[in-house]
């Protein structure tokens, strides 16, 4: 699948959970295996992270309550992970200082987009890092492109405030 990446991205970001997010992509998978015959043609992309999504919201309702997880719970390597900016990315700056503040800038960021309501997250998500078009992401979430385009500025103004650029 040539959109499996994508698919794992979007997982992780609404489950906030590397492992939960395995589990979702893998159901999303087969979901879409057993209903390839109803694919319509267009954009096998969306189609599938409208997939992950629904998905990704069944499995909620089924394995997880909406309970908070402090950091003092987390194995101490997670912990590690967390504090130092959790991104699995190769990094290529510069100097050291470079890298401390981009690790800094890049956890500033990640908290914040992680405390977004589920509706704004995945819309700025959808759009901004998957980089998915209007109504791509509408079509995805359900909703009309007003309410995409409504649900994408109120969380780019809440990312902002967050990170101190009113």
């Not at 908290?111 to 998957?130: C, G, K, N, Y």
């Not at 109504?135 to 500025?153: D, F, H, K, Y």
């Amino acid at each position: 699948m040539p959109h499996l990446s994508d698919a794992l991205a979007l997982a992780r970001w609404l489950t906030q959970n590397p492992a939960d997010a395995e589990d979702v992509v893998q159901e999303a998978c087969l979901r879409a295996y057993r209903s390839i015959d109803t694919y319509a043609g267009g954009n096998s992309r969306a189609w599938l992270l409208t997939i992950v999504r629904n998905t990704a919201f069944s499995w909620f309702q089924k394995n997880r309550q909406r309970d908070t997880v402090s950091i003092e719970t987390l194995q101490p390597k997670d912990q590690t992970f967390l504090e130092i900016g959790g991104n699995w990315t190769h990094n290529d700056s510069a100097t050291p200082e470079a890298a401390l503040i981009e690790k800094a800038d890049a956890a500033q960021l990640q908290v914040a987009i992680s405390s977004l309501p589920v509706e704004f997250r995945e819309t700025l998500v959808l759009r901004d890092i998957q980089g998915l078009e209007y109504r791509e992401v509408a079509q995805i979430v359900g909703a009309p492109i007003g309410t995409v385009m409504s649900r994408l500025s109120r969380a780019r103004r809440h990312l902002a405030l967050a990170l101190g650029k009113p």
